[in-house]
């Protein structure tokens, strides 16, 4: 089992729906979390992250995380096509100490207008 | 600002070819991890550089190696390239070696094709 699952996709949607983009996490050490969006052919950008459980919100986009669960989410309000990338969560615990962050395959968005 | 700069943008290589890979962080970082990206998949951490010193390693063999020079840019050398090499290289800097998941930033990466 890999430490992060991630369904790589495609999901597509139009214009305004309502995107949710989920993670499966199998270390319970892991106490930051993190959303990359990446476009095609550029590095990945940092969206949002988390330090343990909650919620966090940043304009359309808001990011859960269920600890006891080991599952965290990535919702997108009134997407739009210049939404559509790949989006990869990724995770670190206290103890790494360190920028190896690990991540999941990402899942490949395409909104259509 | 400048961010995190990397080079060359594009290269192929032949199986048993060796090849250095550039990076120059984000001004104020002096923190360097290399990161590798195959297709379809998520960034693999390689190493991290602080210090000029490798400080931490992810799962991969010894012919993955780096340096980081005085000014905070870093190389990233992968000898006897394996067919599995072809990839994104990344390159990601932080202000510091500790985890801080809100400042580590990528570059634009460097696609390397081995044939």
């Known amino acids: 089992q890999k430490e992060v699952e991630q369904d790589p996709g495609p999901l597509s949607v139009p214009e305004g729906a309502i995107v949710s983009l989920n993670c499966t996490y199998s270390n319970s050490a892991f106490q930051y979390f993190m959303w990359y969006r990446q476009y095609s052919r550029k590095g990945p950008e940092l969206l949002m992250y988390t330090y343990s459980s909650g919620n966090k919100e940043d304009g359309r986009f808001t990011a859960q995380v269920d600890k006891s669960s080991k599952y965290i989410s990535l919702f997108i309000r009134d997407s739009q096509p210049s939404d559509s990338a790949t989006y990869l969560c990724a995770m670190s615990d206290l103890n790494q100490a360190g920028t190896a962050l690990i991540f999941g395959k990402g899942t490949t968005l395409s909104v259509s207008s | 600002d400048a961010g995190v700069t990397q080079s060359p943008t594009h290269l192929i290589k032949t199986r048993g070819q060796q090849v250095t890979l550039r990076c120059s962080p984000k001004s104020g970082h002096d923190t360097v991890s290399w990161y590798q990206q195959a297709l379809g998949q998520g960034p693999q951490f390689i190493f991290q550089?602080?210090?000029?010193?490798?400080?931490q390693r992810g799962n991969f063999p010894d012919r993955f190696s780096g340096h980081q020079f005085p000014n905070y840019s870093s190389e990233l050398n992968v000898n006897a390239l394996l067919l599995g090499d072809s990839a994104l290289y990344l390159c990601?800097?932080?202000?510091?070696?500790?985890?801080?998941?809100?400042?580590?930033?990528f570059g634009e990466g460097s696609r390397l094709t081995v044939l």
């Open positions: 550089y602080y210090e000029e010193e490798e400080r």
């Open positions: 990601a800097s932080t202000p510091g070696p500790g985890v801080l998941a809100g400042e580590l930033f």
